[in-house]
């Protein structure tokens, strides 16, 4: 199954066949369900081992909802049959896996940014929704303007070497938990006026030899808004400007991204700019 979105309820069928008839009398059985990470159960198995069924099969219905995106949007649930007596070759064991993707995907009117996709393929985002599910590059230079972005966990925006984002009125927002943010690599630039970054682990993260322009910019529920990363050797040269722009929390910040995030954000920003070596 594929697209599942979160907090949408799911059900798994999982049905149960004797075909050894030979297995006089049929032994009763158990299931259990080993399920993914981060699924609630709002209807589940029958507790305990049950007499089989007259019929040589009968199906069982676990249901639930997701309330965040698994890890690389994949989610395992395994189910283990158990029987008493034992038979050879017990307990046996069935699973599937199915894609859980973002609800954001599925505003009204969104457009969804395909995995693998440069910005090179969106050149023109004008007044648009948009749903970013997995890291986006920045590989020539581009501009957006009013537009809403949705960005999945652990998802970061990249500007490559040499190329440049530009943000006019624009708001960019986590979908659920936590998004790593624009990293602005070397020789590369940002220039964002007019606009919203919020809910990232570091919204912006200019490296060496990068180019930072931020004018009349909020950063809100960050964990730090503008963070510059540790040189281990000499200093950062970066250029960096900043007008009128607003560090905030304002109420507490998306849960992290675990567990890959190193991080270990609270509810509210460590800092608004954190610079190192610089």
């Known amino acids: 199954t594929t697209n599942i979105t979160t907090n949408t309820i799911v059900d798994f069928y999982i049905q149960i066949c004797n075909l050894s008839p030979s297995l006089i009398p049929a032994p009763s059985f158990e299931v259990t369900d080993i399920l993914p990470q981060n699924f609630v159960v709002t209807s589940g198995l029958p507790v305990g081992f049950t007499a089989w069924p007259a019929q040589p099969c009968t ?10 995106i698994p ?3 994949i989610a395992i649930n395994k189910a283990e049959l158990h029987l008493d007596p034992p038979v050879n070759g017990g ?27 440069h910005s090179s393929s969106y050149n023109i985002l004008a007044g648009s929704t948009v749903s970013i599910s997995a ?29 440049t ?23 590369g630039k940002l220039k964002s006026a007019d606009s919203e970054i919020c809910d990232a682990e570091y919204a912006v993260l200019p490296e060496n030899n990068s180019t930072v322009f931020l004018e009349n910019t909020k950063f809100y529920r960050n964990y730090i808004g503008l963070y510059i990363p540790t040189l281990f050797t000499g200093n950062n040269t970066i250029t960096i400007q900043l007008r009128n722009c607003e560090f905030a929390t304002h109420g507490t910040i998306r849960p992290t991204y675990f567990p890959n995030q190193t991080t270990s954000p609270g509810l509210k920003s460590l800092a608004g700019i954190y610079a190192n070596n610089s």
Not at 59 to 68: D, E, V
Not at 91 to 114: K, R, T, W, Y
């Open 71 to 73: 890890t690389n949007g």
């Open 135 to 163: 890291d986006f590059e920045i590989d020539q230079y581009v501009t957006y303007s009013n537009c809403i972005f949705y960005v999945d966990p652990g998802v970061e925006i990249i500007v490559t070497p040499g190329n």
């Open 165 to 187: 984002l530009v943000l006019e009125n624009c708001r960019i927002y986590a979908c659920t938990n936590m998004w790593k943010g624009i990293r602005v690599e070397a020789d």
């Open 59 to 68: 199906t069982l219905i676990l249901s639930g909802y997701f309330t965040q």
């Open 91 to 117: 307990p046996f064991i069935a699973q599937c896996s199915l894609q859980v993707a973002s609800d954001c995907a599925n505003l009204p009117g969104v457009i969804e940014i395909i995995p693998g996709h």
